[in-house]
C-alpha cells in the first residue's frame, strides 16, 4: 500500500514561486507515474503535469508550460512540482497521485493512490 503526502503549499505573491513536494512510504516510488493535479473552487480537477516511473518522461498542461518543472529523487522516493511566476488562476488544493506501472510514460488517468492535498493560494 502506497501512502502519498504533499507538502509544500501556502500564500504567495503573483509572479512568486511555491515548491511542492510528494513524499511517498510503504512502496518504491520508481514503479510508479506520478501525476499532479489540482482543483479550484467550483472547478473540475484537472491533471497539471506527470512524470514517468524512470523520470525521463514528462507532461504539462498548456497553461503551466515555461512555469512549472516536474522531477523527480526516487532515491528519496519523492516527486516535485517546482512553480515559478505564479499567477492568481493557479490558486487551487493541488494533490498528487501515482499510477502502478507507468515506468516509460505518464497520464492523467487510472490514478492507484491519492494525496489528501496542500493548499496554493497566488494573492496580493
Known amino acids: 500500500q502506497l501512502q502519498l503526502v504533499e507538502s509544500g503549499g501556502g500564500l504567495v505573491q503573483p509572479g512568486g514561486s511555491l515548491r511542492l513536494s510528494c513524499a511517498a512510504s510503504?512502496?518504491?516510488?520508481?514503479?510508479?507515474?506520478i501525476s499532479w493535479f489540482r482543483q479550484a473552487p467550483g472547478k473540475e480537477r484537472e491533471g497539471v503535469s506527470c512524470?514517468?516511473?524512470?523520470?525521463?518522461?514528462?507532461k504539462y498542461v498548456d497553461s503551466v508550460k515555461g512555469r512549472f518543472t516536474i522531477y523527480r529523487d526516487n532515491a528519496q522516493n519523492s516527486v516535485y512540482l517546482q512553480m515559478n511566476s505564479l499567477k492568481p488562476e493557479d490558486t487551487a488544493v493541488y494533490y498528487c497521485?501515482?499510477?502502478?506501472?507507468?515506468?516509460?510514460?505518464?497520464?492523467?488517468?487510472?490514478?492507484?493512490?491519492w494525496g489528501k492535498g496542500t493548499l496554493v493560494t497566488v494573492s496580493s
Open positions: 497521485a501515482a499510477d502502478w506501472g507507468r515506468r516509460r510514460d505518464c497520464d492523467y488517468s487510472g490514478m492507484d493512490y
Open positions: 510503504g512502496s518504491r516510488l520508481d514503479y510508479y507515474g
Open positions: 512524470i514517468s516511473g524512470w523520470g525521463d518522461s514528462t
